[in-house]
């Protein structure tokens, strides 16, 4: 099958592939499919059954542990990175957390503690990454971070993370414009709802795939192989000229009123 977008001889890192079904996962498979290398982390010992066959499937090259928890395990990441690539292309950051009790409350309610928390680990690890990425896109590339509309509008049980992914939207125009002499590019992309692990945490996450399938003009709703594809586009060339967008991979709901 002839290639949509080509990515031979590009190398890029994938964090956030828990399972199959992740969206990392989508955009790994997208990523290999046009050709690119692509190392994946894993969270830990419990979640590496889960991400190892994904790993296999695209032949990845490096499989390593990152809790973005722990002290100096980014750093360790980047360090083989460097060691056995020397330089590499592309990067997707695919990673959300928020504690349950400040994910499961009105955003008013939420803790102190529990935003700094979300805010950490779904967004200033991005700027984290785009920081350590920097010295190794010797050749230019590309930042991409999964983000979503809750950032845009309130939407109804996604609380505390919509300011955490408006702030996240936020942080990749200016770290495209900080980025944009060396030819980095800095991308969100904006999905529509998808069943994951980390869409199994948002309350009556049933009901809301139900209302975005409803409103969405198409009726359809975005699969991980879609996501896939368009990270694949922005990692490529082809987007050269973009940089410091939010692109919605979400079947135009986002324009709807
Ligand atoms: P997922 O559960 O498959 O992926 C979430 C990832 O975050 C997991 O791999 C998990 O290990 C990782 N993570 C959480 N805490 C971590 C930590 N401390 N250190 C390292 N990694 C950590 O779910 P997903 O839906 O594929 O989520 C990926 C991204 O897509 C998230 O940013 C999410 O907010 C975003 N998103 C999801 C949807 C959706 O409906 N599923 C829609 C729009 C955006």
């Known amino acids: 099958m002839q290639k949509l977008v ?23 498979r997208a990523f290999r499919a046009a050709g690119a290398e692509v190392a994946l982390t894993y969270l830990n010992d419990i979640a590496k059954p889960y991400v190892q066959p994904v790993a296999d499937e695209i032949g990845a090259p490096m499989l390593m542990p990152l809790d973005l928890r722990e002290e100096g395990a980014l750093e360790a990441v980047f360090e083989q990175v460097s060691a056995q690539w020397g330089k590499f292309d592309f990067l997707l950051h695919s990673v959300a957390f928020a504690p ?20 950490d680990i779904s967004c200033h690890s991005f700027l984290r990454m785009a920081r350590l990425s920097r010295p190794l896109m010797t050749e230019g ?36 414009a900080d980025l944009a002499a060396e030819d980095i590019r800095v991308f969100a992309l904006s999905a529509g709802p998808i069943k994951t692990r980390a869409a199994s945490g948002i ?14 003009p198409s009726h359809h709703l975005v699969s991980i192989e879609e996501v896939g ?3 694949a586009f922005l990692a490529s060339e082809a987007a050269g000229p973009m940089s410091g967008s939010v692109i919605y991979a979400d079947n135009s709901f986002h324009v709807m009123a």
Request: proline residues 1%; contains cysteine; glycine residues 8%.
């Open 6 to 28: 080509d990515l031979t001889g590009k190398r890029g890192l994938v964090v956030g592939v828990a399972n199959e079904h992740s969206i990392a996962a989508g955009c790994a």
């Open 141 to 176: 590339g590309a930042l991409m971070t999964v983000s979503y509309y809750g950032a845009d509008r309130v939407v109804e049980d996604y609380n505390l993370m919509g300011p955490v992914k408006a702030a996240l939207e936020a942080s990749v125009r200016y770290a495209a």
């Open 229 to 231: 594809r368009i990270a």
């Open 100 to 119: 349950r009790e400040d994910l499961h409350t009105s955003v008013v309610n939420c803790s102190s503690k529990g935003f700094s928390v979300a805010m």
């Open 203 to 216: 309350a009556h996450f049933d009901e809301l795939i139900d209302r975005v399938r409803e409103r969405t």
